[in-house]
């Protein structure tokens, strides 16, 4: 919606106004209530652009404010109140784009909602909402748009009390914090895990005293560092009622001098089934937000792009919404799902263009800093002739022998080892075999839905510090498989979406897994290129 839209003007009506009927007034008890949202965390299904995020609804200002995308239903904005409690009040303060139909839910672990209230013949007025709920989360859920646009309010604020007789002991503080490897651009660390009452629900980092991230686990490895720079880190545990330990003791840590070329990609395979926004379980909607954050300098796809037999169509109508914003700078391989078009894989090359065959084929190779990439279309592996070499594995073994790159990576659909619903896959054999011989170091795959990162392994898959690092990242948003025993070189297995963050420089990579909820689910140690 234009930002030039005028706003109705519409007095902030106190809670003792008389409103419609399906608005109740504020009762005499919430007086002793408090504010709570003001500056939490908050997560939406959409926005319209940057500048109308979520966090502007919950800011103090009536001169900002939250809008969803234009006109599409039902859209929404969850508020995380950071622990538990009652929760008495809910105030909107709409602008122009105002909904019709709505209603307040609240929930404990942000994931399972129960309404609150609604509203049935909103009317663009500021609402005045009483509620008498429980939960740590609370979401608006905007069911019907009063206008074309989407729905935008100045202010979402949440008025009620935080427990006092549930848990508010706070974790011990964490220990140990320590500085691993360090590069120009990126420093590991690690700690002592804190303990709870409950339980530690995750732990903050800061750095030069402000949090930067949230890792579930007790690493973290800080990328998009200034070559040579001191930096001060501390970390604190949080648990699920929003208590706090105290900062730990800080380090410093210094980064290697360097050329600061560092740069960030973003990878997934597997990605878009055929849902859209308005379903709140289509996944590669939230997965690409998740790239978006990250701002990469390029993304990587691992094939099947598009579910179920990737029509030209479908790419329209569904990876486009979503992954498509990132189309200029995707370097894309094809799945097996590419294939199952009625005229293979003509949909995932009319879609791409150029990009789909940037030399002529569906394998190719790219550059960036001082890595060489290889893009490789393993479906010719799959059905592979055993009594010829494939012209892929000629141009591959040449493009290996010109390359003149210190670091060297590798992406292709199925995966030689893994512990996913396909397990192990022996057409892969001879690829693997070309990576560990030629000292690649990193090799990317798809195909089995799922979160897999392996330690470095050589061509009998056993764990070797001069092979390749493995990592299975088909959780770009399809339907996710069941696991099955972990292989003994898994460092992690994970039934989950989310999307790889790399961290390269000129002689090294480091990977984080980053969960639709924005957390740190996975994070490799910094590897040094071969």
């Given at each position: ?353 150029a990009i789909a065959k940037p030399q002529g084929k569906r394998y190719y190779s790219w550059e960036m800093g001082n890595w060489h990439f290889i893009a490789l279309d ?140 924005g957390k740190v689910l996975d994070s490799s140690p910094t590897y040094t290129c071969h």
């Amino acid at each position: 919606m234009p930002s030039t839209r005028l706003r109705k003007l519409v007095p902030v009506l106190a809670a003792a106004t008389l409103l419609p009927s399906a608005i109740v007034v504020a009762q005499a008890s919430a007086q002793a209530d408090v504010l709570l949202s003001q500056g939490k965390p908050v997560a939406t299904s959409t926005v319209e652009s940057s500048s109308y995020a979520g966090s502007k609804a919950v800011d103090g200002s009536t001169t900002t404010r939250w809008a969803s995308a234009e006109g599409a239903d039902p859209q929404w904005l969850r508020i995380d109140l950071g622990q538990s409690a009652a929760i008495h009040r809910v105030l909107l303060n709409w602008e122009a784009a105002y909904a019709k139909k709505y209603r307040i839910e609240v929930s404990d672990d942000g994931t399972n909602f129960t309404a609150a209230t609604s509203v049935d013949a909103g009317d663009g007025k500021t609402d005045d909402l009483t509620l008498n709920a429980h939960g740590r989360y609370v979401r608006f859920v905007g069911v019907t748009r009063a206008t074309s646009y989407g729905y935008s309010f100045w202010e979402m604020q949440v008025f009620g009390s935080t427990d006092s007789s549930g848990d508010t002991q706070a974790p011990t503080t964490p220990a140990g914090l320590t500085a691993g490897t360090t590069t120009a651009t990126s420093a590991a660390l690690t700690w002592t895990a804190a303990t709870d009452n409950v339980g530690v629900a995750g732990y903050d980092v800061l750095r030069n005293g402000t949090p930067v991230a949230t890792s579930t686990t007790t690493s973290y490895t800080d990328s998009g560092l200034t070559p040579d720079t001191s930096y001060t880190y501390a970390v604190r545990a949080r648990d699920a009622a929003g208590n706090t330990s105290q900062n730990s003791t800080p380090i410093t840590v210094k980064t290697k001098a360097g050329t600061g070329t560092g740069f960030v990609l973003a990878a997934a395979g597997d990605i878009a089934e055929r849902c859209t926004s308005s379903s709140s379980s289509c996944a590669h909607v939230k997965t690409a937000k998740l790239v978006e954050n990250m701002n990469p300098a390029a993304v990587i796809t691992m094939g099947d792009n598009q579910y179920d037999d990737a029509h030209l169509s479908d790419f329209k109508s569904y990876y486009d919404k979503t992954w498509g914003k990132f189309k200029s700078i995707t370097r894309p391989i094809p799945g097996n799902h590419e294939s199952y078009d009625d005229t293979p894989f003509k949909g995932y090359e009319d879609y791409f263009g150029a990009i789909a065959k940037p030399q002529g084929k569906r394998y190719y190779s790219w550059e960036m800093g001082n890595w060489h990439f290889i893009a490789l279309d393993s479906n010719d592996f799959v059905t592979h002739d055993d009594f010829a070499e494939p012209p892929q594995i000629t141009w591959l073994k040449q493009d290996l022998a010109n390359n003149k790159k210190g670091c060297v990576a590798a992406y292709y659909h199925h995966p030689r080892w893994s512990s996913g619903d396909h397990g192990d896959n022996p057409d892969s054999t001879e690829l693997w075999n070309i990576m560990t011989a030629n000292k690649v170091d990193l090799v990317l795959n798809g195909h089995d839905h799922d979160y897999e990162r392996f330690v470095p392994q050589n061509a009998d898959g056993k764990a070797d510090a001069n092979g390749p690092v493995e990592i299975v990242g088909g959780s770009g948003g399809a339907n996710l498989y069941d696991l099955s025993p972990a292989h003994s070189t898994t460092a992690k297995l994970l039934k989950t979406f989310g999307v790889l963050k790399l961290s390269m420089t000129d002689t090294s990579f480091q990977s984080q897994l980053i969960g639709v909820d924005g957390k740190v689910l996975d994070s490799s140690p910094t590897y040094t290129c071969h």
